[in-house]
């Protein structure tokens, strides 16, 4: 939110905002509520900040769900009042249901908080009442909550319904995978939750389209390398959600092993390096393996060796890079660069270092003389 909306509100119920947007973090991914719309029930003139109404956006199943508050400046220990979405016209709670409005305590900052909690219960009971009316929707959400993984708070369903249709209709589920073998080093920068969420959308009830898309967290995100390394599988036509997200749950538990083998791997790797050529080492790294350099000298011949190693190491081939220390090319130093050279992911550590320690050996004549030929002192 702006910080200059803050400004706007009465100051009767700034801190039920407040507590709001600072702790409203709701649904299965924890989303932020925000507030927009920002107006005032009065037209007084006076200087005093008088807006008491605004709307409220609530991430939902994937999707923005608006209610608007209206609250009376003038009688501030009064409770709200709602105005839910026009997406939501069959949705209207009994005032005696909703615990937070019966026992409505202005002197508590957490009053508005509280009573929104309580409603997004009732619509979320609301939006399973709604799924009752198609069999095929219906059986897609008990198969996944009779299973034992998937509990009732971890799965949102939200269905778009107007006066003569139903749908689209979205599926919000929480995936259960194991995240906490990630190396600490890949997540350390951005704190969290580690968490996966699966969004399906089914265009119409008959489920003639259905669209599902993956959704993780900023450390499990960066941990696997990025969205682009991860495609799900496709929805296939006449399938199940309970035969459906095990394979993603699978994909991702795949995914996780190969991360920490592959750390395991790298660091095994740097091991074995570092045990050939330890007295020459300039540096590597400590934390995640992924590169080491050397200082050596061949026949009184100087250069650098550099050791990179990728993510998915050993699967993709460790890169070499040779640097003279005379030479530049351009006002760079110049290097050449070998990602091509006998090499097996299947390899020991020990065996990696020792093909590579021979394929340096076999290439520093020729590089020598290549950096004498295209480079300048």
């Not at 609530?58 to 608006?66: L, T």
């Not at 996966?196 to 967290?217: D, H, M, R, Y």
């Not at 993603?248 to 790797?269: P, S």
């Amino acid at each position: 939110m702006e910080s200059g909306i803050w400004t706007q509100f009465s100051p009767n119920i700034i801190n039920f905002v407040e507590t709001v947007i600072r702790d409203g973090r709701v649904g299965i991914c924890a989303g932020n509520l925000r507030i927009s719309d920002v107006t005032s029930s009065c037209s007084s003139v006076v200087q005093q900040p008088k807006c008491d109404r605004f709307k409220l956006v609530i991430p939902y199943a994937g999707q923005p769900i608006i209610w608007e508050v209206l609250f009376d400046s003038n009688s501030p220990d009064e409770a709200p009042d709602f105005i839910f979405g026009p997406e939501d016209k069959t949705f209207c709670p009994y005032i005696e249901d909703v615990q937070g409005l019966v026992k409505w305590d202005s002197q508590n900052p957490r009053a508005l908080l509280i009573v929104l909690q309580d409603i997004l219960d009732h619509y979320r009971k609301h939006q399973l009442k709604l799924l009752e009316e198609n069999s095929r929707l219906q059986f897609e959400y008990t198969s996944l909550v009779e299973q034992n993984q998937f509990k009732s708070d971890s799965i949102e369903v939200h269905v778009a319904k107007s006066a003569s249709k139903t749908g689209p209709v979205n599926f919000l589920i929480k995936l259960s995978v194991d995240f906490s073998k990630i190396p600490a080093y890949l997540t350390k920068d951005n704190p969290g939750e580690d968490s996966a969420v699966l969004a399906v959308c089914f265009s119409n009830p008959e489920g003639s389209k259905i669209t599902p898309q993956l959704f993780l967290s900023p450390r499990v995100e960066q941990a696997l390398g990025g969205s682009p390394n991860l495609r799900i599988p496709p929805f296939s036509n006449g399938g199940c959600l309970i035969d459906y997200i095990p394979s993603v749950c699978e994909l991702l538990t795949n995914k996780v092993d190969q991360i920490v083998q592959g750390y395991e791997k790298r660091k095994e790797y740097i091991a074995a390096f570092l045990s050939h050529f330890g007295r020459s080492l300039l540096e590597y790294d400590s934390e995640g393996f992924s590169k080491i350099s050397f200082l050596l000298e061949w026949n009184d011949f100087f250069f650098i060796v550099r050791i990179e190693l990728s993510l998915f190491f050993p699967k993709d081939q460790p890169v070499l890079t040779f640097q003279s220390i005379y030479h530049e090319n351009n006002s760079k130093p110049y290097m050449q660069v070998f990602s091509e050279y006998p090499y097996s992911p299947r390899w020991s550590g020990n065996e990696m270092a020792d093909r590579a320690r021979t394929f340096i050996l076999d290439n520093v004549s020729s590089f020598q003389k290549s950096s004498v030929m295209g480079g300048s002192l």
